[in-house]
């Protein structure tokens, strides 16, 4: 089948249109991409419509069996409704919330064009059902092979850092490090340069994905602490990269982890800042208990919860796979 995958920069390495599109050729398909977002050109309303303009012609011309788009915040409506039209059929895979609420560019325009709609929270889509009924939860994934593959090999690694965050530095995620600001921490992600001195002068700039996997596999513990929302987007994509990459992995109630992993086998869960200190306390002197969680919750992911995972069931639920 030939697939055109359309993100926000072109399927570039190792982002996800990238791992989207990396993953649909695994599976024996041809793909091409495009950017929905190529050269600034959606920043203004008239080179927007000419860069949907250049998206119907790239798709029919080739021409696609299916168009699976990454979020497409700025494609315009009546663009689908086009390359529906050359007999292609449509997916979104949105990994935002849909109806920008929070975030207000967010909001895609055109749902119900789609001939299938599939969002990462599960508690969207009764509400996109309404508008297209064609509307799944296909939760995140990992890609294990390609991008979020261990760099130390488990049972050789030195564990240099204690813990490990990447991610941005919201108030209870400051709250929940600060007892811990004398470890040995591994912070990277936004504002942690702007938070306590004794977490700001830890904290590391922006990590490509390559170097986050490696920061992962240095720490004894790689928490995934929810922010200040807890109204989109669970599990997070981080549930399944931090296992893919065969590191242990201590994350918050509102990851509905158990819906993906056995708790205390394969992710280890806490439900307040109690429960955190107590399990950050037990954990960081059980190397042996940490490895067989990791250990297990990789293979859990490489059972059920790859991008390949994720990309079959988007082809079954089209009846194209």
Known sequence: MRIFVVSANGCRFPDFGWQIKNTFERLGHETRAFSFR??????????NRALNALLVRAVT??????????????????????????????????C????????P??????????DAFFSFDEKYVPRLKEINPHSY?????????GVYKEVIPLERRPYPADLCFVGTAYANRINLLLPYAARSLRLAGPKWDQAPSALAQKSLPHVPVTEMVKLFNDAKIVLNPYGPSKSFICPNP?????????????????????KYFRIGKEIVLYHDENEFKELVDYYLDRDDERNKIAQAGYERVLKEHTLRHRLQLLLSRMNLG
């Open 96 to 103: 935002d919330e849909p109806f920008g609420e929070i975030l």
């Open 238 to 258: 981080r549930t399944f990269e931090i296992p893919a990459s065969r590191s242990f992995q201590l994350t918050d109630m509102f990851c509905d982890a158990e």
């Open 61 to 94: 011309s080739w021409p696609a069996d299916l168009v699976v788009i990454d979020k497409g915040d700025s494609i315009l409506p009546g663009t689908i409704a086009k390359i529906s039209k050359a007999n292609i059929k449509t997916a979104n895979w949105d």
């Open 137 to 145: 939860h296909l939760p995140a994934g990992a890609d294990p092979q």
């Open 38 to 47: 190529k050269w600034y050109l959606h920043k203004l309303s008239a080179t």
């Open 105 to 114: 560019f967010n909001r895609i325009q055109n749902i119900s064009e789609y």
